[in-house]
């Protein structure tokens, strides 16, 4: 019932930004933890970012720390990965995902997926 849907994704150059929209339809998940994450041909599911329900807690892969910033707005119900100083290494497609437990959406657990956007940074 509940679909999550990316958007914003693109081809850049490196050092570049982008941000990435996930907006959820079918019912609110103001309660719920939400994060992001990626996958790189050849390669598995990478947890990026999470963040909690209030938004007043935000996680994030050591590999993009500094660089990417999650946010979300519960009166839109969505959820941003804004990301500067693109690096090719962040080519992907990006996925979000929202769970009730954000320890267990850290670590790769959903309840929800979206169908992905695909980045590429190139050099």
């Known amino acids: 019932q509940v679909q999550l849907v990316e958007s914003g994704g693109g081809l850049v150059q490196a050092g570049d930004s982008l941000r990435l929209s996930c907006a959820a339809s079918?019912?609110?998940?103001?309660?719920?933890?939400m994060g992001w994450f990626r996958q790189a041909p050849g390669k598995g599911r990478e947890f990026v970012a999470g963040?909690?329900?209030?938004?007043?807690?935000?996680y994030y892969a050591d590999s993009v720390k500094g660089r990417f910033t999650i946010s979300r707005d519960n009166a839109k119900n969505t959820v941003y990965l804004q990301m500067n100083s693109l690096k090719p290494e962040d080519t992907a497609v990006y996925y979000c995902?929202?769970?009730?437990?954000?320890?267990?959406?850290?670590?790769?657990?959903?309840?929800?997926w979206g169908r992905g956007t695909q980045v590429t940074v190139s050099s």
């Open positions: 963040i909690i329900w209030s938004g007043g807690t935000t």
């Open positions: 995902g929202a769970d009730s437990s954000s320890a267990y959406l850290r670590r790769g657990k959903c309840d929800y």
């Open positions: 079918g019912r609110s998940l103001s309660n719920y933890a």
